[in-house]
């Protein structure tokens, strides 16, 4: 918690921080991490100086080694092992069909589950994958390049899993992980490698404002291969994707648009029956229109999804119940809802929630979505439960 008695000097502290770290993460958070607070409190108090002006100094000296612990703090690094399952599965498939080595970039791996998951899966269908993986956290990289991790964080799931003594990356998959930091913003967030076969950033665009999230994501497709996919989470389908990106399925599956793809007409947004999986190819492509003009997401709707993307459930839970207390037609809001129960384990009522989101789906228009998209999606989350 913070030690401050007046609003307006939480405002001046949260206005130092922003200038001193929007440029860095590319985003705004307010508040900020609570743990961000109490280092910054922390070491003021030791340099006895007060809090914005510690702040300053940072800004004014990006050398100073204290700055990777503001930028540690500042960070959400909430994440998991083998994260949207579903996804995972496509992304197997879809390297298993290439019959060839791939170059996947895991921007925003925050402690590294994530990226040893894509090696694990790579692994799982024999293909040899190079996979670079990045975070603006120093802090985060040295945790995922040290690869071990207690049982409470580790999965069953991992190879050679040990329930007493958690898990450690074996040198095999090690070989193909490479860690670096580096800022989404920065000139360089690929450090100079790339063109990527696959790009996987996954939570991240929850916590950028909507243009600047949509801009991320058309610099994100520009290391990709003219094949290659972006592939972000299913929440973030809040972001309408640039004209260079075209949605597909599993949720949050993102291909690059080929020009012969480009004058294909986009479907219209009213979703029309169900259409059959029989011999429906993996990740059948279906095109979205970019509206970079846009109004954004209600902001209960993004709220929503920032909680459910840090972990926060019952937060998502509340915002979403809100929200569709006012809009009980918005498919978006359904299907978070469903993304929020399941993850608590709540199966039944998460499949409740799904049904309605592709109901709502079909019957209503859906701002900024595929409608056909979402409501597919939402049908193949409710078939899993």
């Known amino acids: 918690m913070r030690a401050f008695g007046v609003a307006s000097e939480v405002g001046v502290v949260d206005a130092a921080l922003d200038r001193l770290l929007a440029p860095i993460l590319g985003y705004v958070l307010r508040p900020w991490p609570a743990r961000l607070y109490a280092l910054v409190r ?3 108090e030791r340099a ?8 300053r100094t940072l800004a004014t000296t990006p050398s100073d080694p204290r700055l990777a612990s503001v930028l540690d703090a500042a960070t959400v690094p909430h994440t998991q092992f083998f994260r949207h399952a579903e996804q995972l599965h496509a992304l197997g498939e879809w390297m ?12 925003g791996c925050a402690t590294g589950e994530e990226a ?3 090696a694990i899966c790579a692994e799982r269908v024999g293909v040899d994958a190079r996979i670079l993986a990045t975070d603006v956290s120093a802090a985060a990289i040295a945790t995922a390049r040290a690869g071990a991790y207690p049982a409470r964080r580790a999965s069953p799931e991992l190879p050679s899993f040990d329930a007493s003594r958690g898990w450690v990356a074996p040198d095999r998959l090690r070989r193909g992980v490479r860690f670096e930091v580096a800022s989404l913003v920065s000139e360089d967030p690929a450090v ?3 063109p990527f076969d696959a790009v996987c950033c996954r939570n991240v665009l929850i916590y950028f404002t909507h243009p600047a ?3 991320l994501l058309a610099k994100l497709a520009r290391h990709v291969t003219s094949d290659g996919v972006v592939i972000v989470a299913p929440v973030e389908v809040l972001v309408p994707p640039p004209a260079v990106l075209e949605s597909a399925l599993p949720l949050g599956w993102l291909r690059r648009v080929t020009p012969a793809r480009r004058s294909i007409a986009p479907r219209p947004s009213r979703a029309p029956a169900r259409p059959s999986l029989h011999r429906q190819p993996l990740a059948r492509a279906i095109r979205t229109s970019a509206r970079p003009s846009s109004p954004p997401p209600p902001p209960g709707l993004e709220r929503a999804a920032r ?13 979403l119940r809100e929200l569709l207390d006012t809009s009980p037609h918005d498919a978006r809001a359904w299907f978070l809802l469903g993304e929020t129960l399941g993850a608590r384990g709540e199966k039944t009522q998460a499949k409740h929630a799904y049904a309605r989101a592709a109901r709502a789906a079909e019957s209503h228009l859906v701002p900024d979505v595929d409608a056909t998209t979402l409501a597919e999606a939402a049908r193949r989350r409710a078939d899993s439960l």
């Open 42 to 44: 922390e070491q003021a």
């Open 48 to 55: 006895r100086m007060d809090e914005p002006a510690w702040i």
């Open 96 to 107: 298993r069909q290439r019959a060839r080595p791939v170059r996947i970039w895991c921007a």
């Open 116 to 118: 040893w998951s894509l």
């Open 192 to 194: 100079g490698q790339g």
């Open 213 to 215: 999230a949509t801009a």
């Open 307 to 319: 909680f459910l993307g840090s972990g926060e459930l019952h937060s998502a839970e509340d915002a």
